[in-house]
């Protein structure tokens, strides 16, 4: 599908916010759903949210819900995670992937282009 990547990482205090997006190469961007993971030192990669190809469907880990918010623009080949109310434990390095599928997906193995991650650190 192309190349993923993550930008806009970086430290923030607790109760903050962040913004980070994955630019994405190809021309196929707007036919796949993608998804936001994250991975913490010494934890398994875990799903952070998903959104379908076309944007108007979209689900989120139990942990970030209400707090977090994932987008895209296919005009731009862009995905975004707005993240409200961040929290110590969202500290952890966030990754975007591209879904071998159209619909949202909680699952690491359907997904088959991954970014190289942007840190996030949420701490005073």
């Known amino acids: 599908q192309g190349q993923l990547v993550e930008s806009g990482g970086g430290l923030v205090q607790p109760g903050g916010s962040l913004r980070v997006s994955c630019a994405a190469s190809g021309d196929t961007f707007s036919t796949y759903a993608m998804g936001w993971f994250r991975q913490a030192p010494g934890k398994e990669r875990e799903f952070v949210a998903t959104i379908n190809y076309s944007g108007d469907m979209t689900e989120y880990a139990g942990s970030v819900k209400g707090r977090f918010t994932i987008s895209r623009d296919n005009a731009k080949n862009t995905l975004y995670l707005q993240m409200n109310n961040l929290l110590p434990e969202d500290t952890a390095m966030y990754y975007c992937?591209?879904?071998?599928?159209?619909?949202?997906?909680?699952?690491?193995?359907?997904?088959?282009?991954w970014g190289q991650g942007t840190q996030v650190t949420v701490s005073s």
């Open positions: 992937a591209t879904s071998a599928y159209r619909g949202t997906s909680r699952w690491a193995y359907q997904y088959s282009d």
